[in-house]
C-alpha cells in the first residue's frame, strides 16, 4: 500500500529491526505491537481529513494510526496522507516548509 501511494519510496529497516519507508527523508515506518500494527506519520502537519490518524496529535515529528486485526482499514486515505507526505519530503520536508509558512 506504502508503495503504490509512491512508486519512488524505498524501504529499509532502520534501529535494526523497524522497517522504514523513505523518500527524501522518513515517510513513515512500523512498528508491530501485541495486539496491534503501528504506522507512524513523519510529518505532524500532513492533513488528515478523513480523520484515520488516532494517535501522536501535538506531536512534534509523528502521529501514527493503529491498525487492529479484523478492523478496515482506510487505504485511500492513507494512501492520500504517504502521497503528501513523499511530496512535502521533495519540496524540503515539513521541518523547512514550516519554517517557510
Known amino acids: 500500500m506504502i508503495r503504490e501511494a509512491d ?4 524501504e ?4 535494526s529491526v523497524q522497517p522504514y519507508f523513505v523518500l527524501d527523508g522518513n515517510v513513515c515506518a512500523l512498528l508491530a505491537t501485541k495486539d496491534h500494527v503501528n504506522l507512524f506519520l513523519y510529518d505532524p502537519a500532513v492533513p488528515d481529513p478523513q480523520g484515520v490518524i488516532n494517535q501522536g496529535h501535538g506531536n512534534a515529528t509523528a502521529r ?10 482506510n ?3 492513507i494512501a492520500d496522507m504517504v502521497r503528501a507526505i513523499a511530496d512535502r519530503n521533495r519540496a524540503g520536508g515539513w521541518r523547512r516548509l514550516h519554517r517557510l509558512d
Open 75 to 77: 487505504s485511500g486515505a
Open 7 to 10: 512508486a519512488e519510496i524505498s
Open 12 to 15: 529499509t529497516v532502520k534501529r
Open 64 to 73: 501514527a494510526i493503529q491498525i487492529y486485526q479484523g478492523e478496515p482499514i
